[in-house]
C-alpha cells in the first residue's frame, strides 16, 4: 500500500521553500532567466522605441505590408492590448485569504519599452524553411523601470513580446496592470525550429474564426507552423477556381468551404504572428473525394467492406497507372500553388496508409504486389515533388514513403513521422530532415473512443469497451515526456527540425477544439521550444517544476478567449506544487 508518512510529508514542506512556487509566467520555460521581487506598474503611456524610433501604442493596429516595422508595430498592439485586456487577476493562483498583489500605496513605473532589431531581415523571414529564421531574444527589465528588447530578426522580436505579456498582471481594482517580479534578465532561443500543429479540417470542417484564433494560442505559445491537413477522401472543402467542381461537389455543404480569399488571410494571418501556414493534400491514398467530381481517376471510392480497401471509409486512391492523374494534378497545382507560396516554404504531399488492394480494382494495374506498385509509386511521387519544387515549394511526405514504400526522396524533402518506436531512428539513419509527431505521445485525438459503430452479438462484444486506436488519452504529462531525439546519435538528432501535435478531426469539431487542443499543445511547445534538459540543471525538465507555470498559462489563455481545459483540480492550482505530487 502506498501512503505518506507524517515524516516524509514535513519533509517536502521544508524543502519545498527552496524551490518557492513559480507563478511568475513565463510557458514555454526561457533557456536562461533570473527574477526580482520588486513591483513595477505599466500603463498605457509607456515610451516604445524601435531602433530608436518611436512607436505610438495603436489598438488593434494590422500590418500593412511585410516588413520589418510592420510587423513589429503590430506585435507592440498585440502585446499591450494583451495585458490591458486580459484582465487576469491571480487570485486563483494564490490561497484563499493569501496576499497575493501589491499595495497601490507605493508605485514606481516602467517607463520605457526599448526595442533593438540587430540585423534586417531575410525576404524568408515571414516564410521560412526550418532554420532560416533566427528567433532568439534577450530581454531585460531594470528594478529602475527600463525595458530593453533585443533580437536579431523581427520574429525574434514577436517572441520576446510573448514572454514580456506573461510577466504582467491585472490588479483587482481594475485599472492598474503591475509585474512583481523586477528585476528580470532572460536570454532565449528555441531548440527546435519546426514546433507545430497539423489541423484536419477535412473530416470536420473549421471555420475562419476557429483557425485564426488556434493561430493566436499558437503565437502565444512560441509555436511557429500550423499544417492544414486540407483535403482527404471525406470532404474537399478547398475551392480551386480553375475547378470549381471539387469543393462544389466534393464539400459537405457549400457553407463548409475555404476560398482563395480565406486561404490568403489565413496564411497572412498567421506569418504577421510568426506562424507559417502550409497544406496537405494527402495522395495517392486518401484522396476519395475527388471521385464525386472525378470518378474516372479513384479506385476503391466508399468500397465496402472499407477496411479491405483503406483505414476508414469512404476510401479511395488516384490511378497509379493513368496519365489523366497526371494531368488532373498539373492543373490543380497550376492554381493552387501561386496563392500559397508567398507565404509558405513547404507544400505536403501526404503519402500515408495507401492500400495495396485499392490497386487490384484499377484496369490500368490489377494488382496489389509491392514489385509492381513501387515503381509507379516511384514515378508518382517524382513528378508530383517536381512541381511543388519549380513552384518554390519544399516538399513533405508521411514516413511510409521512404521506409514502407522505399521511395527515393530528394535530399530537402521533409518526412513526418507518426508510427513512432524506432521511425525517427530509422529516417535520420538515411538522412532524411524529420518532423516528429510520434502518435504514442503527441495525437492529440486519442484516448477517447472510436468515431465507428458496432453490430449487436459477436461484433459487437468484440468491440468492447470501444476504445480507440490510439488511446489512452495523451495527457499533459505524457506529451510533456517525449523527447524527438531520444536515442540517437548527435548527427541524427541534428536532423530532426522538430515537430507537431496532431488534431486528426474524426471526433473534434469547432464545439471541442479548444479544450481537446489546448492547453496540451502549449505542452509540447515548450519541449520543442525549451528541450527536454533544463540548462541551468542539466536535469530533465520536471512536472512538479512545469505545473505550476502550466496552470498559470492556462489561466491566461482562457481571459484570452481560448477554452482551454484544466490540468487538475482548482486546489492545486491554488496551492504549492508539493501539496498534489504523488509521493512515496
Same mark, same amino acid.
Given at each position: 500500500m502506498l501512503f505518506q508518512t507524517p515524516s516524509l510529508v514535513s519533509a517536502l514542506c521544508f524543502l519545498y521553500p527552496l524551490f518557492p512556487h513559480p507563478v511568475a509566467a513565463v510557458w514555454p520555460a526561457p533557456q536562461k532567466i533570473t527574477k526580482g521581487d520588486a513591483v513595477l506598474y505599466l500603463n498605457q503611456n509607456i515610451e516604445v522605441t524601435y531602433n530608436g524610433a518611436f512607436i505610438p501604442y495603436t489598438y488593434g493596429y494590422t500590418p500593412s505590408g511585410f516588413n520589418s516595422k510592420e510587423i513589429v508595430q503590430a506585435g507592440i498592439s498585440r502585446a499591450l492590448t494583451g495585458i490591458f485586456n486580459s484582465k487576469f487577476v491571480p487570485w486563483i493562483l494564490h490561497k484563499p485569504g493569501a496576499k497575493y498583489e501589491p499595495d497601490l500605496s507605493e508605485q514606481e513605473w516602467l517607463k520605457t519599452l526599448e526595442i533593438i532589431q540587430t540585423a534586417e531581415d531575410d525576404p524568408s523571414a515571414f516564410k521560412p524553411l526550418a532554420g532560416e529564421v533566427d528567433e532568439s531574444y534577450n530581454?531585460? !527589465?531594470?528594478?529602475?523601470? &527600463?525595458?530593453?528588447?533585443?533580437?536579431?530578426?523581427?520574429?525574434?522580436?514577436?517572441?520576446?513580446?510573448?514572454?514580456?505579456?506573461?510577466?504582467?498582471?491585472?490588479?483587482?481594482?481594475?485599472?492598474f496592470w503591475y509585474t512583481p517580479y523586477a528585476p528580470v534578465s532572460i536570454q532565449d532561443s528555441p531548440k527546435f525550429p519546426h514546433r507545430g500543429i497539423l489541423l484536419d479540417t477535412a473530416r470536420h470542417f473549421f471555420p475562419l474564426e476557429d483557425i485564426l484564433r488556434t493561430i493566436d494560442a499558437m503565437s502565444w505559445s512560441k509555436l511557429n507552423r500550423l499544417h492544414v491537413h486540407v483535403t482527404d477522401s471525406q470532404s474537399w472543402p478547398l475551392v480551386i477556381p480553375s475547378m470549381p467542381e471539387l469543393s462544389e461537389k466534393g464539400a459537405y455543404h457549400p457553407s463548409e468551404t475555404y476560398s482563395p480569399e480565406d486561404i490568403e488571410k489565413i496564411q497572412k494571418y498567421g506569418a504577421y504572428r510568426g506562424v507559417q501556414v502550409y497544406f496537405e493534400i494527402d495522395m495517392p491514398g486518401h484522396i476519395g473525394s475527388v471521385s464525386l467530381s472525378h470518378p474516372e481517376l479513384i479506385v476503391a471510392y466508399n468500397e465496402q467492406p472499407y477496411h479491405w480497401w483503406c483505414a476508414q471509409p469512404p476510401c479511395g486512391a488516384f490511378k497509379l497507372n493513368n496519365t489523366a492523374v497526371d494531368e488532373f494534378l498539373e492543373k490543380l497545382f497550376d492554381d493552387f500553388f501561386p496563392r500559397i507560396e508567398p507565404y509558405s516554404a513547404y507544400f505536403h504531399t501526404g503519402g500515408d496508409e495507401l492500400n495495396k488492394n485499392d490497386s487490384m480494382l484499377d484496369e490500368g494495374i490489377r494488382s496489389n504486389s509491392s514489385?509492381?506498385?513501387?515503381?509507379?509509386?516511384?514515378?508518382?511521387?517524382?513528378?508530383?515533388?517536381?512541381?511543388?519544387?519549380?513552384?518554390?515549394?519544399?516538399?513533405?511526405? $508521411?514516413?511510409?514513403?521512404?521506409? &514502407?514504400?522505399?521511395?527515393? !526522396?530528394?535530399?530537402?524533402?521533409?518526412?513526418?513521422?507518426?508510427?513512432?518506436?524506432?521511425?525517427?531512428?530509422?529516417?535520420?539513419?538515411?538522412?532524411? =530532415?524529420?518532423?516528429?509527431?510520434?502518435?504514442?505521445f503527441w495525437y492529440l485525438d486519442c484516448?477517447?473512443?472510436? $468515431?465507428?459503430?458496432?453490430?449487436?452479438?459477436?461484433?459487437? =462484444?468484440?468491440?468492447?469497451?470501444?476504445?480507440d486506436w490510439c488511446g489512452p488519452t495523451k495527457s499533459w504529462g505524457l506529451i510533456y515526456s517525449h523527447d524527438p531525439t531520444a536515442n540517437l546519435t548527435a548527427?541524427?538528432?541534428?536532423?530532426?527540425?522538430?515537430?507537431?501535435?496532431?488534431?486528426?478531426?474524426?471526433?473534434?469539431?469547432?464545439?471541442? !477544439?479548444?479544450?481537446?487542443?489546448?492547453?496540451?499543445?502549449?505542452?509540447?511547445?515548450?519541449?520543442? $521550444?525549451?528541450? =527536454?534538459?533544463?540548462?541551468?540543471?542539466?536535469?530533465?525538465?520536471?512536472?512538479?517544476?512545469?505545473?505550476?507555470? !502550466?496552470?498559470?498559462?492556462?489561466?491566461?489563455l482562457v481571459k484570452k478567449g481560448v477554452r482551454a481545459s484544466p490540468i487538475t483540480q482548482e486546489f492545486c492550482v491554488q496551492g504549492e506544487p508539493w501539496e498534489c505530487e504523488f509521493a512515496m
Open positions: 530581454l531585460t !527589465l531594470s528594478e529602475t523601470g &527600463e525595458v530593453k528588447l533585443t533580437a536579431v530578426s523581427s520574429i525574434g522580436v514577436l517572441r520576446g513580446l510573448e514572454t514580456f505579456t506573461q510577466l504582467f498582471y491585472q490588479h483587482s481594482t481594475g485599472t514489385e509492381v506498385l513501387q515503381p509507379l509509386l516511384q514515378k508518382f511521387i517524382d513528378a508530383q515533388h517536381k512541381r511543388v519544387r519549380e513552384a518554390g515549394l519544399t516538399p513533405v511526405v $508521411w514516413e511510409e514513403i521512404p521506409l &514502407e514504400w522505399n521511395v527515393t !526522396l530528394g535530399e530537402e524533402v521533409v518526412v513526418q513521422a507518426w508510427l513512432g518506436g524506432s521511425t525517427v531512428k530509422k529516417l535520420t539513419g538515411k538522412g532524411h =530532415r524529420v518532423i516528429d509527431s510520434n502518435y504514442n484516448g477517447r473512443g472510436q $468515431w465507428i459503430t458496432w453490430e449487436n452479438g459477436l461484433p459487437f =462484444r468484440t468491440g468492447y469497451p470501444f476504445n548527427e541524427e538528432a541534428k536532423l530532426v527540425l522538430g515537430g507537431e501535435v496532431a488534431v486528426w478531426s474524426e471526433t473534434i469539431d469547432p464545439m471541442n !477544439l479548444d479544450s481537446i487542443v489546448w492547453p496540451r499543445a502549449s505542452v509540447a511547445g515548450e519541449v520543442l $521550444w525549451s528541450g =527536454r534538459i533544463d540548462e541551468n540543471t542539466g536535469q530533465n525538465r520536471s512536472q512538479i517544476e512545469a505545473f505550476p507555470r !502550466l496552470t498559470e498559462f492556462r489561466e491566461r
